[in-house]
Every structure is written in C-alpha cells, then in structure tokens.
C-alpha cells in the first residue's frame, strides 16, 4: 500500500495544499517518540505525522522553537508549527504566542492562529474561561467565532480516550471531536508523544479542517505535553 497520499488538483478557493482535506472526514495524528526525550527527560521540538483513514501520511508537521523556551516553560512555550505536504511544501502555519494557563487569568487565556498558505490567517482558536472544563471558540479568517470546542471535566477522562467535541455556536448539535487515544502503558508513562484523532464533516470548510489540525495540536500542549 502506498504510505502517501496522492495531492489532489488545485481546487478553486482552497488554499493551495490543502485541497486533499477537501476529501477526508478523519485525520490520525501521530506524535513522534524522541528517544533522548524518554531516555533523560530533555524536552525536544514536537514531531506529528498527519495520516488518513487508511495509515497513509497526508501531512508532516514539526514545532520550531528554541532550547530555553523549551526547556523553562515545558507545555506553556510560546511555539510555530509547520505543516508540511509529502513534497517538502508548507502548506499550515500554526502560531501560539505565550499565554498563561492558570484559571485565576481569565485575562490571559490560550488562543492559536492558523495560516493557509503561510502569512495567510484563515481562522483562530480562542480558550474561553471555565473554572473546570476546557472550552474554545473556533474562529474564521475574520475572528468571528463559527464553532465552539469542548472537553471534559479538567482535560481528564476515566475512559482510555479523551474526547474534546466539536459543537455548533448554539450548542445543540455535535459535528465532530478531537480525540487524545490510548497509546499504551509504557509510552503514556515515560514520553509524552500522544495520539489524536479528528473528526469532521467531509463538507466542513477547507480552512476549518486546518483550523482543527491547529486545536489538536494546542490540545496537546495544554493537556498532554507533561514532564516525565
């Protein structure tokens, strides 16, 4: 089977890359396991592997940061993330700037922006304040809010997986949920390289699907990238 996903052809008013997610209604985001990192516990720069349905890579992503940040601010580190097509091609840019993530800011709150292709914002994630469960607005290139994220009691689940879901401005419908997934003893223990899964409408726009790429990844950081 071929471990890549053929790009479609250009499609009018999607970004250019991003037209294969035109087609998809689930994602597999896989993190790398860095061995220095689970060895001696030195925070290294993020790795993701974005696949299909069907285990084929459809994206490359890797965090751009420096030793310090990484090292001093663990999970609260300002970062960018590249997303890269099977070409080389960065085709998302995902930027988080340094926030706080205690509850007592509500002034100082996590929020993302998302550019498709690079230097062009197509929506941002926002943190809205809840003194116990995670919740988000999901906005479009012109911040206005199009979708809400929610998640469980403090970002923790007693099920195996960990489900943020995905709702419409009203609350009343769920179109879909990002999932942190089981890894497996060992590897939940001693890395912190986690597994999500995205789920979709296969009609939802082009630069919404890139918009939840970015909130998996600010999920990860906010619940799951711990010291080990």
Known sequence: MNMYAVPSPGIPGCPPGLEYLTQVEQLLIKQKVEVVEALVGFESNNKY???????????????????????????????TIHVLDNFGQEVITVTRPLKCMSCFF???????????????????IAQQWHPFSPKFLVANEHNEPVLKIHGPFCGWSCLPDVDFEILTMDEVSKIGKISKQWTGLLREAF????????????????????VMIGACFLIDFMFFETTN
């Open 49 to 79: 592997e974005v696949r299909n349905s069907m285990g084929q890579n459809v994206f490359y992503a890797v965090e751009e940061n420096d030793c310090l940040s990484r090292q001093c601010c663990g999970p609260l580190r300002p970062f």
């Open 106 to 124: 509500p002034c100082c709150l996590q929020e993302l922006e998302v550019q498709s292709p690079p230097g062009n914002t197509v929506g941002y």
């Open 191 to 210: 890395t912190d390289a986690d597994n999500f899964g995205i789920q979709f409408p296969i009609d939802l726009d082009v630069r919404m699907k890139a």
